[in-house]
Nanobody, 122 residues
Framework: QVQLVESGGGLVQAGDSLRLSCVAT????????MGWFRQAPGKDREFVAT????????YYSDSVKGRFIISRDNGRNTVYLQMNELKVEDTGVYYC???????????????WGQGTQVTVSS
C-alpha cells in the first residue's frame, strides 16, 4: 500500500510561482508512474501532469503545458510540480497520484494523496 503526502500549497498572486512536493511511502517508488490532478471548486477532478517511473517522459494537460513542470527524485521518493505563471483558474486542491503506468495515472490512478490547497488571487 502506497501512501502519498503532498506539501507546498498556499496563497499566491497571479503570475507567481509555487512548487508542490509529494513524498511516497509504503512501496517501491520507482515502480510507479506519478502524477498530479487538481479539483477546482464546483468542478470535477482533472488531470494535470504525469511522469514515467524513470522520469524520462512527461505529459501535461493543455491548460498547464509550458507553465508547469513535473519532476521526480527516486532517491528521495518524491515527485514535484513546479508551477510558474500561475493564473486565477489554477486555483484548486492538488492531488498527488501514483499508478502502474502513465496511462493508468491519466485514466485511473491506483493511489491518491489527501491534497494540498493552491489559491491564486488576482
Amino acid at each position: 500500500q502506497v501512501q502519498l503526502v503532498e506539501s507546498g500549497g498556499g496563497l499566491v498572486q497571479a503570475g507567481d510561482s509555487l512548487r508542490l512536493s509529494c513524498v511516497a511511502t509504503g512501496g517501491t517508488f520507482s515502480d510507479y508512474a506519478m502524477g498530479w490532478f487538481r479539483q477546482a471548486p464546483g468542478k470535477d477532478r482533472e488531470f494535470v501532469a504525469t511522469i514515467t517511473w524513470s522520469g524520462g517522459n512527461t505529459y501535461y494537460s493543455d491548460s498547464v503545458k509550458g507553465r508547469f513542470i513535473i519532476s521526480r527524485d527516486n532517491g528521495r521518493n518524491t515527485v514535484y510540480l513546479q508551477m510558474n505563471e500561475l493564473k486565477v483558474e489554477d486555483t484548486g486542491v492538488y492531488y498527488c497520484v501514483a499508478g502502474t503506468s502513465r496511462v493508468a495515472v491519466m485514466n485511473g490512478p491506483d493511489y491518491w494523496g489527501q491534497g494540498t490547497q493552491v489559491t491564486v488571487s488576482s
